[in-house]
């Protein structure tokens, strides 16, 4: 699967695809692996020693793991070591591990020596579907998540499934949560398949794991092919996220991303019910499957405006809600702050 942003592989057991990649691509003279501290022991070594074992110069970088650590510190760190290691902007980044590791690498590459190239090796189902397409990069300050970042695209993406089978199974279903919302602004088949083939997803049978991630990547690549800034169309992809992004936030980022937006889905839901804009009987389903999923669809502390309009999608005064007309349709919907 290839897009005019970036090369999109999707597969299992891809490291001698990688390997024949890098050398065929010589996107640098090294690559530097940016990656965290549970991922390095994980896959990281491994992938050190299979590259040099290929002729491919490579170094590790890693950081202490959990969203908590993907702040503007944590750059200067990496970076700082990346220069003492003798990183050049001749060479290249390659990021690994889930959506904080693909982000903070992503980020660092767009501003380390005025931008390098890197390529993505999402190890989450979260960041195989969701942050490692389209090419956001960012990290949190203390009023919220993903203020600082750029617009910086990958030269490639290997989506390699067999990463899935360490996953717990709240991983899974944190990267469900993406894949759904995905089904419910863009493709009700798409809903339809997760509602019908739910335990064999979640069990990780390969073939019906794989369609999903296939469909789901062609979606969020096709909006952001006709939207790559965020403009107009690609603000689709936010559903769930307003709400979401105030609620991780609330919880001190202990709570999973997906399992906030899967109770920002359900309250952007009922937005959108008692606004006549989505059906009772829509947002019901969509409630039913989140459940049957395992995912969570309330929170003790509802974000007030106030925590809502720290998000970075904020205009002025205006927060932009994304809310579903039908499952497979949403609109963005423009509200004043109050």
Known sequence: MTNHLHKTIIGTNLTKQLSEY???ANLGHKYAIITDSKVEKL??????????????????????????????KTIENLASRMIEKGFDRKDAIIALGGGVAGD??????????????????????????????????????????????TFYQPKAVFIDTNFLK??????????????????????????????????????????????IIRQ?????????????????????????????????????????????????????????????????????????LLIKAGLPIATMKIPTHKELSSDKKKQNDIINFILPTKIGKAIIYKEKCL
């Open 104 to 149: 903070a690498a992503g980020f660092l590459a767009s501003i380390y020596m005025r931008g390098v190239p890197f390529i993505q090796i999402p190890t989450t189902l979260l960041a195989m579907i969701d942050s490692s397409i389209g090419g956001k990069t960012g990290v949190n300050l203390l009023e919220g998540k993903n203020l600082i970042g």
């Open 22 to 24: 890098l050398k065929k």
């Open 216 to 288: 789901t990547v062609a979606i969020k690549t096709k909006i952001v092919e006709k939207d790559e800034k965020e403009s107009n169309e690609r603000m689709l992809l936010n559903y769930g996220h307003t709400y979401g992004h105030a609620i991780e936030k609330l919880s001190g980022y202990k709570l999973l991303h997906g399992y906030a937006v899967s109770i920002g889905m359900v309250l952007a839901n009922k937005m959108a019910v008692e606004k006549k804009i989505l059906d009772k009987k829509s947002a019901e389903r969509i409630k039913i």
């Open 43 to 72: 896959y990281g070594f491994a992938l050190v020693r299979f590259l040099k074992n290929n002729g491919i110069k490579c170094e590790m970088f890693s950081f202490q793991e959990g969203e908590i650590a993907k702040n503007l």
């Open 166 to 211: 360490t996953l717990p199974k709240t991983q899974i279903r944190n990267g469900l949560a993406e894949i759904i919302k995905c089904s419910i602004i863009k493709d009700k088949k798409l809903f339809t398949i997760i509602e019908k083939e739910l335990p064999k997803i979640l069990s990780l049978e390969p073939k019906t794991l794989n369609k």
